[in-house]
């Protein structure tokens, strides 16, 4: 299949003098694609909206537009087995600065209607420095299984900016921004995302969706945003789905400084004292591809925003325990998959290692000498075989890093909040076969071919359909299961094996391992700097 295989029967939406032109897919699905929704002036300056109304001319919506630009990844060439069938979106080009768009799926007797469907908006992870809401995304398979279960729905994918163009602030941006008579808002690719989602608001009724029931889902460093935007001071949708969102301890205000002042210094074009006009210059000048190669790839992380977040006082705490949610979150449900951490451990082959060597790593990542011999206890390091020990590793990275942020969301009161496991596994040839692993279930939420088509594993169809399910009742207003908080039971999503279960012994890792506040960070920076090794 090849790009011209995207194009359907014609369809159109007109906002304003701006002629949107889509087409139906062959599975009966209008898409609208690659709508511009905001525009970037400079590099790490505030985006622009773009109103409909105010364009004229026409639209080419059967083309993706352009992703943000970004390095490979490498995880997911290694599970490429789950996205055949679909158009790999590295087929997509890059711009830095036209990047902002998104893509709309819908009935094709919405469009133009009046029916109000609820709306559901991906935003995709990546490490905040990879991926796009494009075409591995694609929401073809997801409207088309809604409408026969007649749930229907409108599908929004969204880009927003990666790695330094996205993520990198610094004192010198925030008087920028303050002098252009604009907040100084820290995380850019944050304040996409917040821009994409108000035109949605503006904008998806031309397209039959109702602006006033969005719900936003995404995983990772999109669990995260969805977890950002629905703890933010602007109301943007009224549920969020968190997925494999990880436990982030922002930066210090110091640290993203120091941050910027080494990637102004790697430039070796202006020195420590430059005026900050030239400092910005200098990073500006350069191409994408030499300001990743001076950071080495390494990602730039979200900055801790009093603009966003309220408050004037800077916390490294993680954005699960940043205040309540507000009045006009509706419902949550959040989850991880079993084997969260086996998809780092396999790339950095960790999983080749000995007993021995797994104890001294704990040892390194966690200082305090007590603690570290309670997490080898914890987690069955110190006894059994080699491939215990790094089974225990990959446990006690996966509960710190990603499966601590969705049991505390789960925990709370003030909203519905469910919470549920994905442990189908990977049955592909590959180096993660036998894990239900970090990204992997990427593939099922969007149910793309090779994991719910017609030559799908049953197994596989069969945990598609039960996380369908959940998305679905959800966006359409309905808790899928019961609170965690009511018996803390958690759903899991294993094909026939599907359903709810207690967790019994790894939340109680979990509680130990938090049960003060000291343990409980030295528990997530130990699990960071497992992550981080290598």
């Known amino acids: 299949m090849d790009m011209d295989g995207l194009v359907g029967n014609p369809t159109s939406v007109t906002i304003g003098s701006l002629d949107i032109r889509g087409f139906i897919s062959p599975h009966r699905v209008a898409n609208f ?26 639209h080419d919506g059967t083309k993706y537009g352009p992703r943000c630009p970004q390095p490979l990844d490498h995880p997911k060439v290694l599970r490429a087995h789950l996205y055949e069938g679909v158009i790999p979106s590295e087929s997509i080009p890059c711009s830095e600065f036209r990047c902002l768009n ?19 908006v991906w935003i995709h992870g990546g490490g905040w420095k990879t991926g796009d809401g494009g075409l591995e995304y694609d929401g073809n398979f ?47 690719g944050l304040l996409d995302q917040r821009l994409a989602l108000q035109w949605v608001q503006e904008n998806i009724g031309y397209f039959g969706g109702d602006p006033d029931n969005v719900t936003i889902a995404g995983e990772s460093a999109g669990g995260w945003s969805v977890l950002a935007h629905l703890r933010s001071n602007i109301p943007v949708c009224k549920r969020g789905i968190i997925m494999s969102c990880p436990s982030h301890r922002f930066p210090t205000t110091q640290d993203s400084q120091a941050t910027f002042d080494r990637l102004v210094a790697s430039t070796g074009v202006v020195g420590p004292d430059a005026p900050a006009t030239e400092k910005l210059a200098a990073l500006r000048d350069m191409a994408f591809e030499q300001l990743d ?14 603009e966003w977040f309220g408050g004037d006082i800077d916390t490294d705490e993680p954005t699960e325990c940043v205040g309540e949610f507000p009045r006009w979150v509706e419902a949550i449900v959040t989850g991880f998959t079993r084997d969260e951490f086996s998809v780092f451990g396999i790339v950095k082959n960790l999983h080749t290692w000995s007993k021995e060597k797994v104890k001294a790593t704990i040892s390194q990542v966690i200082p305090d000498p007590d603690f570290a011999q309670e997490i080898c206890a914890a ?20 509960d710190s890093v990603f499966n601590i942020a969705a049991i505390k969301l789960g925990q709370v009161r003030t909203i519905p909040a469910s919470t549920y496991r994905f442990d189908q596994i990977d049955h592909g040839d590959c180096p993660y076969q036998g894990y239900a692993y970090h990204g992997q ?19 596989y169809k069969a945990t598609a359909d039960h996380q369908s399910q959940m998305i679905l009742d959800l966006v ?38 938090t049960a003060t506040k000291e343990k409980e960070v030295m528990f997530q920076r130990g699990g960071w700097a497992l992550m981080n090794l290598g």
């Open 33 to 58: 694609l690659g709508i511009p929704y905001a525009e970037i002036p400079a590099r790490f300056r505030q985006a622009k909206p773009l109103k409909p109304e105010t364009l004229q001319g026409v």
């Open 102 to 120: 998104l893509n709309v799926f819908a009935p094709p007797e919405a469009v133009g209607s009046q029916q109000r469907l609820p709306v559901y």
């Open 142 to 188: 997801l409207v088309e299984h809604a409408i026969n279960a007649e749930k229907p729905m409108v599908y929004v994918g969204i880009n927003y900016r990666l790695g330094y163009c996205g993520w990198l602030t610094s004192q010198e941006l925030t008087d920028e921004a303050l002098r252009a008579g604009e907040k100084p808002f820290r995380n850019m």
């Open 293 to 306: 190669e001076l950071t080495g790839g390494k990602p730039v992380l979200p900055a801790w925003d009093p």
């Open 379 to 398: 987690y069955g390091i110190d006894r059994g075989t080699d491939k215990d020990a790094i089974a225990g590793m990959f446990d006690f990275a996966s």
């Open 441 to 459: 279930d990427n593939a099922w939420s969007p149910r793309l071919p090779a994991v719910a088509g017609p030559t799908a594993l049953p197994e």
């Open 476 to 513: 359409h207003g309905q808790q899928p299961w019961e609170t965690f908080a009511t018996g803390r039971r958690i759903m899991r999503f294993d094909g026939e094996k599907s359903g709810l279960f207690e967790w019994s012994d790894g939340l109680a890792r979990i509680d130990q391992m």
